[in-house]
Nanobody, 125 residues
Framework: QVQLVESGGGSVQAGGSLRLSCAASGYTYSIECMGWFRQAPGKEREGVAVIYTGGGRTYYADSVKGRFTISQGNAKNTVYLQMNSLKPEDTAMYYC??????????????????WGQGTQVTVSS
């Protein structure tokens, strides 16, 4: 099993920045793709950004390209999401997710095996 623990959420004004962290523990050797999804009230969960842990290739939703950056720590069991130029529409619960098989079709949340509890990000105008 794999456990994911997020941290770093909070409240910020539009244009500000936040950095989310996700630490994986347990059988982390099985993880090939790790990243972030978000869900705003009344909306479906959507993929934000993920990283292929084997080679570092990254994938982003169009809505965050150029503003968000995903990276992994040296131990590859920690993933970070640097969020800059935040907008009110970025307000959501952000979830860390991981899966065992690559990052193809990375946006499909049903293909992820492990999920964190979530951390709230609120951006005020």
């Amino acid at each position: 099993q794999v456990q994911l623990v997020e941290s770093g959420g909070g409240s910020v004004q539009a244009g500000g920045s936040l950095r989310l962290s996700c630490a994986a523990s347990g059988y982390t050797y099985s993880i090939e793709c790790m990243g972030w999804f978000r869900q705003a009230p009344g909306k479906e969960r959507e993929g934000v950004a993920v990283i292929y842990t084997g080679g570092g290739r990254t994938y982003y939703a169009d809505s965050v390209k150029g503003r968000f950056t995903i990276s992994q720590g040296n131990a590859k069991n920690t993933v970070y999401l640097q969020m800059n130029s935040l907008k009110p529409e970025d307000t959501a619960m952000y979830y860390c997710a991981a899966r065992r098989y690559g990052c193809g079709t990375w946006w499909r949340d049903r293909e992820y095996n492990y999920w964190g509890q979530g951390t709230q990000v609120t951006v005020s105008s």
